[in-house]
């Protein structure tokens, strides 16, 4: 028996993990409203939520479409689901140990986390542009009010201010680009438009406005130069462990939509100079991230400009669909949220005050004090510079190799000269670890918890794995990425 | 294109409505006489007591604008539900209960966090 004619058989299983986190998030703000003293049960809580959530990703053995060919569960969305899952059950991790610190737990915080992820999940499934931009929404309301989280804290405010009024800026280009790709291919379903792709050889002014549009759109929300300004304001601002998720788990989604749009386009990409395009706006990314992350003095701003930076190398392998750069995307991200996450996580824990600027002189010399903490920092800073053997070193390698045999040699080379440069801003994050004495009278803060040493040895452990043995990950991945194309 | 001109002609009638009237034709025909109690702002037809930035409005207020959105957005969701009512059927219902289940999360949060409880 049908229910109704877009809900094909099966469609529960389909939305299961996000029917869990949804449920999950609405039960946590109720528990923290009706049992407010038992704080301290919502991390674990909000952690059973996760785990639930990764289980039931393994439920779902038949990939299709559903809800009438809007939604799409394949491999390769489900290697995003689990990126986002294990982007948020870092973040929480690590939240756990920093909100109770700063006094301000509470069931929204872990509640906002989960609804964040269902949009982000809603945006590498979704087959329609509209369901895309709805997942961008509800992922986008969930930053806005994560980044303010720390109420009482101004420039938390201030973060959440500056990156609400940009945000509901950029959306508006995206909806204007997406109704104008309407008005152009008649559909905002991807597989639609890519049928109408198909029949056409050449692009007309109406296209090319509706790409611009959606692409500075996008490109706000990877915080591609020149549309990064607000990345590192927001990240300043923002509680540090939500500033590390929203410097993963965004991007990683809008990568995978980005990549359903680029694959429809496919045969019109290479005939029209789009791509050239997607390419200044990856070369200046990781120009202005890796030569402005030189002159930060705050950790916090540091990691923007070299999440900037890092976009710009992914931006690289998306420059041609294929199966090897769709592949070398998704391990990218998977990576990329083990060590930036981790580095988020050690700076929140190694500070004392939220309020203070985050310098690197507040790190002299922890490494010897706070041994874990500070091997797990310089760890993530070689995995984030790419030196082997972390899964830095290897997921960056695989991204240039694409790109130079995709024959975009340029632009590889470019990332690759970049990528030099900032192995300078990120080695100083370990010399002052190791070889600088803490300054006079510095106190050295003493939080973290068992959760985030928890959460630092996943994240060590993952990068570690990654970069010794790549070959699962990348088989996985590559096979994704082929069930992908291939339809 | 022709289609769209009737659309601009429609357009232009309806716009030019309420310029005449209110721009153009009434301020020839009107006696204008302003007074002191004309040209206050109309509050329910109480006189004001003060303009409004020498006072602080409660934060409450804007808890309350949003409590009453959302129900307001619920009864939207409703009415169209009671009219097709028979043709929804139990579909309908459990889809109703769904929606109006996630709205009650949404109370019972409001009223433990005491947005409910005035002063």
């Known amino acids: 028996m049908t229910l109704h004619p877009l809900l094909e058989p099966g469609w529960q299983l389909a939305v299961l993990p996000e029917l869990i986190l949804s449920g999950g998030g609405m039960l946590l703000i109720l528990f923290d409203a009706f049992l407010p003293r038992a704080k301290s049960a919502l991390a674990p809580l909000a952690l059973i939520v996760f785990i639930a959530t990764t289980w039931s990703e393994r439920l779902f053995v038949q990939g299709g479409t559903y809800f009438g060919g809007t939604y799409e569960i394949s491999p390769i969305t489900m290697i995003f689901d689990l990126t986002f899952l294990l982007a948020g059950m870092l973040a929480l991790l690590f939240a756990r140990d920093y909100l109770d610190r700063e006094g301000i737990e509470g069931g929204e915080f872990y509640a906002l986390l989960m609804w964040g992820t269902v949009g982000m999940m809603m945006m590498a499934k979704g087959l329609d542009l509209l369901l895309i931009i709805l997942g961008l929404e509800i992922l986008s309301i969930c930053i806005f009010v994560l980044v303010g989280y720390h109420r009482r804290m101004p420039v938390s405010n201030e973060a959440s201010l500056k990156y609400f009024l940009m945000g509901a800026f950029a959306t508006g280009f995206i909806l204007y680009g997406t109704a104008l790709f309407y008005g152009a291919t008649e559909s905002t379903n991807i597989n639609t438009m890519a049928r109408w792709f198909a029949t056409t050889t050449q692009t007309t002014p109406l296209l090319t406005i509706a790409f611009v549009l959606l692409m500075s759109g996008f490109g706000f929300k990877l915080a591609l130069a020149p549309f990064h300004p607000w990345a590192p304001d927001v990240y300043q601002g923002a509680p540090t462990p939500v500033a590390g998720w929203l410097s993963v788990a965004p991007k990683a989604a809008t990568l995978i939509a980005l990549v359903r749009l680029f694959n429809a386009m496919g045969p019109v990409l290479p005939k029209v100079s789009w791509m050239n395009m997607v390419a200044t706006l990856a070369i200046l990314s990781m120009i202005v991230g890796n030569s402005v992350a030189i002159v930060q003095r705050d950790l916090k701003r540091m990691l923007a400009y070299s999440g900037i930076a890092h976009v710009g190398y992914m931006m690289i392998a998306m420059l041609t669909v294929r199966e090897e750069s769709v592949a070398a995307v998704a391990v990218y991200t998977i990576v990329y949220a083990l060590m930036n996450i981790g580095a988020f996580g050690v700076v929140s824990l190694l500070m004392k005050n939220e309020n203070d600027p985050h310098t690197l002189d507040d790190i002299a010399g922890l490494g010897f004090r706070r041994k874990f903490f500070g091997f797990a920092l310089a760890l993530c800073m070689f995995s984030l510079s790419g030196l082997p053997p972390t899964a830095g070193f290897i997921s960056k390698f695989f991204i240039f190799k694409t790109a130079i045999e995709s024959g975009h040699t340029t632009v590889a080379l470019i990332g690759i000269l970049t990528s030099i440069v900032s192995v300078y801003y990120y080695l100083r994050v370990v010399y002052f670890l190791y070889m600088k004495e803490p300054a006079e009278g510095y106190e050295i803060s003493s939080a973290g918890g068992v959760f985030a040493v928890g959460a630092l040895t996943i994240a060590v452990a993952g990068i570690l794995a990654i970069g010794l043995y790549p070959t699962p990950l990348f088989q996985a991945a590559g096979n994704a990425a082929r069930a992908l194309l291939q339809q | ?119």
């Open chain 2, 1 to 119: 294109m022709a289609n769209y001109s009737v659309l601009l002609i429609a357009a232009l009638i309806v716009i030019s409505v309420p310029v005449l009237t209110l721009f153009i034709i009434t301020p020839l025909i009107r006696a204008s006489r302003p007074g002191k109690v004309k040209l206050e702002p109309y509050e329910c037809g109480i006189a004001p007591t003060s303009t409004a930035f020498d006072h602080r409005f409660s934060v409450r207020y804007f808890l309350i604008a949003v409590l009453f959105i959302v129900f307001d957005v619920e009864t939207v969701f409703l009415f169209p539900w009671a009219i097709r009512f028979k043709q929804l059927g139990w579909f309908g219902a459990a889809e109703m209960a769904v929606f109006l289940a996630i709205l009650l999360v949404g109370y019972f949060y409001a009223w433990r966090r005491k947005v409910l409880s005035w002063v």
